[in-house]
């Protein structure tokens, strides 16, 4: 409770800072809008639905994709971690591909897909899953070697040393690989959203895009703000629990960010 | 079988038998010649110490009675049969603890159990209860592993590796991180479970006192190359005390021949 009032007072303190600095009158208006208008914005859009409707829009291409370069990410780096030929090929593309800042699929994928969700998704897919695959294979990678020699002398053998071994023990880096793919999903399709405009669904990215085309700062701040706030949502409420448990359970400190 | 091998000193049938085992690591630096032509041949129900400097092959001789290493050349016989990969009838327990921190303790002790068809989930859950109450932790039955002391999880060990029942126990250095306290309360429970339970063991130690106070024989091995150099035959009554002055004649014998296999060995 303590720490909450901290960070509150924070951020009030913040939001002060920055209304004193409007009021002082040194930056223009409509270049530094006051907190207020930015709240009312925010309050406007919520009531008039733009708000829900892009964020639902942003949220559902990001779950896709994220889940997609999930599930293609996890035991591409399982496999990556544990055969030679896969790790020289597959792994050093991977470390190639996630070097690439992910903004730089956007020309690729319109080329490729149009103007479409298609796009969306290729974009946000390829930010995810590398750095899922390294993630992944890092952490099958330091998984104690004492961990399955155990298991094998008590019988555990291939499919069931994988999925009660190997699987458990890496637990705790595959949250990791899973919350950094979750953060390159997201910055992703926020490039994406901003450099693709598509008739399908107004995303947060085209809201943003269009409030500096109107020059509505009120407008870009908020949205913003929400984009913050979504990230910081998401976090507490799907990997803290996760990060909670393997801490309690390995007993080892894992970061909460 | 018709094997006899000179060191095996006791009439119980043989359990283990080693025979001219070679291995040999290469690395891109050195090649070191862990085990030169080593036989040896442990009885059913018997406890065996190995003992030696490090480096002289003791813990790769354990790995490979357990299948988890395989020789370059000779072999491993258990119960007359050839030691191809490991194997549930020799369990094997590790300097740390090796136990499973996504389990809690009870669930570590069901590990090996689960592996064995044969049981019903309510026999299961009996046998690890009643082997966590042989090692002193039916209160500790969901305590994570992480909140465990070292004796403690070494007892969870212990536990995990006697309740699939094997006949041979495979001991490397268990105690060795552990404070001398704590070490001397395991070797009462160690011995109390081994009368009790007549499993073979095989425990692999680098402590004199302690090889002195478990082993029906002590055999202790050189390096470079890793060989067995002499075998002592400890002639007391079980249990034993490790402060027990009768261990003292023993253990200034096997000191002495220890230290006459450090003669041309490089310290690490």
Known sequence: MKRLAVALLFFAMLTGLWELAVRSGRWSIVLLPSPVFVAEYIWGALLDGT????????????????????????????????????????GSLALGFQTLPSVCWVPLALVWFGQTE?????????????????????????????????????????????????LP???????????QGWAFAWRSLMAAEIYVTILTGFGLGHLL?????????????????????????VDRLLFSPWERFLHRRWGTNVKET | MELSHPESLTAAPAKLIVENVFKRFTSSRATVQALDDVSLTVAEGEFVCLIGQSGC????????MAGLTMPDSGRVLADGKLVEGPGRQRLVMFQE?????????????MFGLKLRPDLTGAERRDIADHFLKLVGLEKFRHAHVHELSGGMKQRVALARALAPDPQVLLMDEPFAALDALTRDQLYDDIQRIWMGSRKTIVFVTHNVREAVCLGNRVVLMSPSPGRISQIFQIDLAHPRDINSRDLAGYTSTIAAALKGTLKGAVFE
Do not use: C
Request: hydrophobic share 55%.
């Open chain 1, 51 to 90: 708000l829900i409707e892009s964020t639902w829009v942003t949220l559902k291409r990001l779950l896709i994709g994220y889940a997609a370069g999930v599930v293609i990410g996890l035991p591409l780096g399982l496999l990556t971690s544990t055969t030679q030929v896969l790790e020289d090929t597959i």
């Open chain 1, 118 to 166: 298609g796009a969306m998704l290729f974009v946000v897919i390829m930010g995810t899953v590398w750095s899922v695959i390294i993630a992944t294979d890092h952490g099958a990678r330091n998984i104690p070697p004492i961990y399955a020699r155990a298991a094998r002398t008590m019988g555990s053998e291939g499919f069931h040393k994988w999925t009660r071994v190997i």
């Open chain 1, 169 to 179: 023990a890496s637990l705790p880096f595959l949250v990791s690989g899973m919350k």
């Open chain 1, 209 to 233: 895009h269009y409030g500096r085309e109107l020059n509505a700062m009120e407008q870009v701040i908020g949205i913003m703000i929400v984009i913050v706030v979504i990230g910081l949502l």
């Open chain 2, 57 to 64: 092959g003791k813990s790769t001789l354990l790995d490979i």
């Open chain 2, 97 to 109: 603890s090796a136990l499973f921190p996504w389990l809690d303790a009870f669930g570590n002790v």
